[in-house]
């Protein structure tokens, strides 16, 4: 048995980032696996840029409807049993939100949930993914356990984000659409690692740069690890890497003994 350190970074596209201390910031953090959302570049640029990671197997979904937009990646030092893209619904499949990963005793799913977007826009859409994707998870799950990471783009509970009463129903990321859509997929068999482990820890894990709230601590957690319920006896420790810079959000983590 050895421990797996599992990481996932929304990066708020790869290209600006690895301008910055990124590949130091990784190096530090030394993951096993690392899941990227936001990467907002096609797949050869994105595995250029990613190259400056050494040691890892790379493997990146890009979006086709949009250009620079959305995105995701999985780093691994181990190469997966499988890696597949997308969730299979052309609805969903076309801005690079999913890779799957299939391991020995496991799936690591990243993704990079919709926006309900400004004026609430996409809502509709977003509904129609949390079920989509909660159907997904529940399929893989006949298989073999599940971890899922990434951007969720949800404050599941009013510790989750710093200024609940002024968001609930207004804002993206905080209404009851979203936080109903959450709590199935958490119902479907996964467990908030860093929720469970911590009830009681207002801690974040993305600030807006418009806000300035990185600088005040008005921020929300909305990057999770959700991992199999089967798998949480497992898990060690969760962790909101806060201390590491160059995006809007951090990165999160989770260590397991597998």
Not at 72 to 88: F, H, N
Not at 98 to 114: K, S, W
Not at 155 to 162: G, S
Not at 222 to 240: G, Q, W
Request: aromatic share 12%.
């Amino acid at each position: 048995m050895s421990t797996l350190h599992l990481v996932s970074w929304n990066v708020n596209g790869i290209r600006a980032i690895v301008k910055k201390e990124f590949a130091a910031s990784v190096k530090a953090i030394a993951p096993d696996v690392l899941c990227l959302q936001e990467t907002k570049a096609a797949e050869d640029e994105s595995a250029e840029t990613l190259s400056v990671l050494k040691g890892y197997h790379t493997y990146v979904n890009s979006s086709k409807a949009r250009k620079g937009y959305s995105g995701t990646a999985i780093l691994t030092r181990q190469e997966p049993v499988r890696v597949t893209y997308d969730i299979g619904l052309e609805e969903f499949d076309q801005e690079g939100r999913v890779i799957t990963a299939e391991f020995t005793n496991y799936f690591l799913v990243t993704v990079y949930t919709p926006n309900a977007g400004d004026a609430l826009a996409r809502l509709d859409y977003r509904e129609r993914w949390d079920a989509a994707f909660t159907d997904y998870i529940s399929w893989l799950r006949k298989r073999k356990p599940v971890i899922t990471c990434g951007d969720f783009n949800v404050a599941h509970q009013a510790i989750d984000l710093a200024r609940p009463k002024e968001n609930y129903n207004k804002s993206a990321g905080y209404t009851q659409r979203e936080i109903d859509g959450f709590s199935r997929l958490l119902e479907s068999g996964l467990v908030d690692t860093f929720r469970h482990l911590y009830p009681n820890e207002a801690r974040y894990s993305y600030w807006s740069f418009v806000t300035s709230g990185r600088e005040k601590n008005v921020g929300w957690r909305i990057d999770h690890f959700l991992v199999d319920h089967r798998v949480m006896p497992a898990v060690k420790d969760a962790f909101i890497y806060d201390q590491y810079h160059g995006s809007d959000h951090c990165p999160v983590g989770v260590k397991l003994d597998f």
